[in-house]
């Protein structure tokens, strides 16, 4: 498989260097929570060799029929779905999922969009076009990305979404303070280390895919998310106009949107040909 990891740096040596390394690895691997245990418990588990010696780690239930992908966010894991995945198998559907580099049981400490995008385009290899797409926060952002490079699906739900890739380094330098200096040499070593030809800026965009993807959408935002504000919703909600609707819920924040009952709910109407609510034309409505 084509998946790439990036290799331990020198230990950091300017506030730069140490930033950089900061953003690309996720702090802190979390562990499957008791009411998700049963669910990954009960997959079959499979793994991707990983450049370098490491391995990711998948995850398949059901028949194989109907195939439907499910893509974690950073610092998250598999794991997270398993609300969904109990309703996925209970409506026929094969849920598939993965661990990406750095997290939950796969190895390795840190990731990229590459990672991930590597990971769903060998998965699609394996089980054909998907029924339907879901994606959580960063995990949404590479299924545009790779939907836009021939990935195969139906219908697609992005949760959380992370619009862009700017988007994820503004937020992080104002969550960590950093000066102009500082930010910049950042943005460098991103552009020259990490992503090395890849013209992040523009193509790591959903907005630049958008007039491009014909799927029917489903977007899912809180309200008082704390990581990926409300507007950004609203902002991709405009973009795809009638290919998308969007659901905005209450007090469940960027985490646990992902197993709230409403969602499941509203995900699943939505994946078997039923409304999510609300209106087309990327109009607002309201789940709680």
Sequence with gaps: MDLVTTEADPVPRTEGERMFDLFRRPQGRSRPRPDERAAIESAR???????????????TWGTGERPVLLVHGWESRASRYAKLVTRLLELGLSPVSFDAPGH????????TLVDYRA????LHHAHGDFEAVVGHSFGALALFMSLSQGLGARRMVAISTVPDFAYLVD????????????????????????????????????????????????????????????????????????????????????????GAPVVVDTVSRFLTGGEPGGRGGGARAAAR
């Design 45 to 59: 588990t499979g793994e991707l060799s990983v450049v370098g010696g490491g391995t990711v780690v998948t995850y």
């Design 104 to 111: 939950g049981e796969s190895e390795g400490d840190s990731a």
């Design 119 to 122: 990971a769903i385009r060998a």
């Design 171 to 258: 937020s992080f330098c104002a969550h960590t303070a950093l000066d102009a200096r500082t930010g910049q040499e950042l943005r460098d070593r991103l552009d020259r280390d990490l992503y090395p030809g890849e013209d992040m800026w523009t193509r790591f965009s959903v907005l630049h895919h958008a007039p491009r993807l014909r799927v029917p959408l489903l977007l899912v935002h809180d309200e008082d998310d704390e990581a990926v504000g409300a507007e950004q919703a609203e902002r991709l909600a405009g973009a795809f106009a009638d290919r998308a609707r969007l659901v905005v819920t209450r007090r469940l924040g960027h985490r646990r949107i992902l």
